[in-house]
T-cell receptor, first 112, second 113 residues
Framework: DAKTTQPNSMESNEEEPVHLPCNHS???????IHWYRQLPSQGPEYVIH???SNVNNRMASLAIAEDRKSSTLILHRATLRDAAVYYC?????????????FGKGTLLTVNP | DAMVIQNPRYQVTQFGKPVTLSCSQT?????MYWYQQKSSQAPKLLFH???????NEADTPDNFQSRRPNTSFCFLDIRSPGLGDAAMYLC????????????FGQGTRLTVV
């Protein structure tokens, strides 16, 4: 399985942008980059995913490097509710490696 | 409306007494997953079903079993719970491709006494 590397923790201030990095140097051409987050005492929830182009949705933006070996999840204005563990995960677009396997993730702390 | 439902939210069981956790989904996804998550750790995949095909992770202990009687339901059976099996158990569903998102339940917190 292609692996991802994330910082263990990051800190931000409320209402400031947050850039959460992820390295995936062994990504294959058919791997989608997924981001999930887990708030305290809850199950993980989907944030965003992409293949090659940058993606935006109501929760966040995903910036994907041109060589696809890294990506950045962008929270445009962090709120206290965004404090969570953020996981960057690779999933194959088709074929047998569709399963969702978690790495260690980044613990995001948001200061008021 | 919750799409992946886990029952119960909290379960207390006795050491060595079999326990079953349940998960149901309304998404009609063909893949269902079970994860174990211990305190301050990432979720660890135990196994998953692709339709009725069971796929065990290599390091999942034999003490953990699963059943999927139909598309909507999946069960996690712990045959002889030990103190080390106390954890949050998460169920998730997805389609069998990475082009779509996965959905998670709220988890069942298992305590072994």
């Amino acid at each position: 399985d292609a692996k991802t590397t994330q910082p263990n923790s990051m800190e931000s201030n409320e209402e400031e942008p947050v850039h959460l990095p992820c390295n995936h140097s062994t990504i294959s051409g058919t791997d989608y980059i997924h981001w999930y987050r887990q708030l305290p005492s809850q199950g993980p929830e989907y944030v965003i995913h992409g293949l090659t182009s940058n993606v935006n949705n109501r929760m966040a933006s995903l910036a994907i490097a041109e060589d696809r070996k890294s990506s950045t999840l962008i929270l445009h204005r962090a709120t206290l509710r965004d404090a969570a563990v953020y996981y960057c995960i690779l999933r194959m677009g088709g074929g047998s490696n569709y399963k969702l396997t978690f790495g260690k993730g980044t613990l995001l702390t948001v200061n008021p | 409306d919750a799409m992946v439902i886990q029952n119960p939210r909290y379960q207390v069981t006795q050491f060595g007494k079999p326990v079953t956790l349940s998960c149901s989904q309304t998404l009609n996804h063909n893949v269902m997953y079970w994860y174990q998550q211990k305190s301050s750790q990432a979720p660890k995949l135990l196994f998953h079903y692709y339709d009725k095909d069971f796929n065990n992770e290599a390091d999942t202990p034999d003490n953990f079993q699963s059943r999927r009687p139909n598309t909507s339901f999946c069960f996690l059976d712990i045959r002889s719970p030990g103190l080390g099996d106390a954890a949050m158990y998460l169920c998730a569903t997805s389609e069998d491709r990475g082009t779509t998102e996965a959905f998670f339940g709220q988890g069942t917190r298992l305590t072994v006494v």
